[in-house]
């Protein structure tokens, strides 16, 4: 039980587009997401959380008009990349944490390589 | 900013248990303590969580010191696919899981 579906897995875009990457819990309703960041040879960092039906809110630095985050239903968030750049390359991770786990929570995405050349 | 320090690195043979140590010196009365795993370009991989008391399951033990201060997670017998890098984490008050550095471990045949 518990399993978080990140999609896509890889995405190679071009410079100034931009790209929608999914998150789905699939055996449990997930009230709260959190999207990571990850650059080589470094931790995740927290980018955002996200709770069903209302605004995410952000970390700090990072920017809520590049990044937007949709938490529409109880099984699907979204993080849009948007006018993307070299520099947003990177690893993008999303967590799921719902009710009855047993884990308590914090499930986590197998994760989306975004390269933008 | 992550309430946990752990060492950079670590090695450990395979068969023989892998202890990992974790700080956490700021740690309050009602926050947890999470243990997860990645596996290079993976999504991290849950292990263990607690709050005062030991606990075990199939894949590690955690132990918890009394005063909540440190812990150490056990790996009883490190196999090659254990090779990982290890987070040892403080749920903040908010129920945020804000990563630290974590430990390279290389289990070795």
């Known amino acids: 039980g518990a399993v978080v579906s990140q999609h896509p897995s890889w995405v190679i875009c071009k410079s100034g587009t931009s790209v929608k990457i999914e998150c789905r819990s699939l055996?449990?309703?997930?009230?709260?997401m959190f999207w990571y960041r990850q650059f080589p040879k470094q931790s995740l960092m927290l980018m955002a959380t996200s709770n069903e039906g209302s605004k995410a809110t952000y970390e700090q630095g990072v920017e809520k008009d590049k990044f937007l985050i949709n938490h529409a239903s109880l099984t699907l968030s979204t993080l849009t990349v948007t006018s993307a750049h070299p520099e947003d390359s990177s690893f993008y991770i999303c967590?799921?944490?719902?009710?009855?786990?047993?884990?308590?929570?914090?499930?986590f995405g197998s994760g989306t390589r975004l390269t933008v050349v | 900013d992550a309430k946990t320090t752990q060492p950079t690195s670590m090695d450990c043979a395979e068969g023989r248990a892998a202890n990992l140590p974790c700080n956490h010196s700021?740690?309050?009365?009602?926050?947890?303590v999470y243990w997860y795993r990645q596996i290079h370009s993976q999504g991290p991989q849950y292990i263990i969580h607690?709050?005062?008391n030991n606990e075990t399951n199939e894949m590690a033990s955690l132990i918890i010191t009394e005063d909540r201060k440190s812990s150490t997670l056990i790996l009883p017998h490190a196999t090659l696919r254990d090779t990982a890098v290890y987070y040892c984490?403080?749920?903040?008050?908010?129920?945020?899981?804000?990563f630290g550095q974590g430990t390279e471990l290389s289990v070795k045949p």
């Open positions: 984490i403080v749920r903040d008050q908010g129920g945020k899981l804000i």
């Open positions: 700021t740690i309050s009365g009602n926050e947890y």
């Open positions: 607690g709050l005062k």
């Open positions: 055996d449990f309703q997930a009230t709260t």
């Open positions: 967590s799921a944490r719902g009710g009855g786990q047993a884990n308590y929570g914090y499930t």
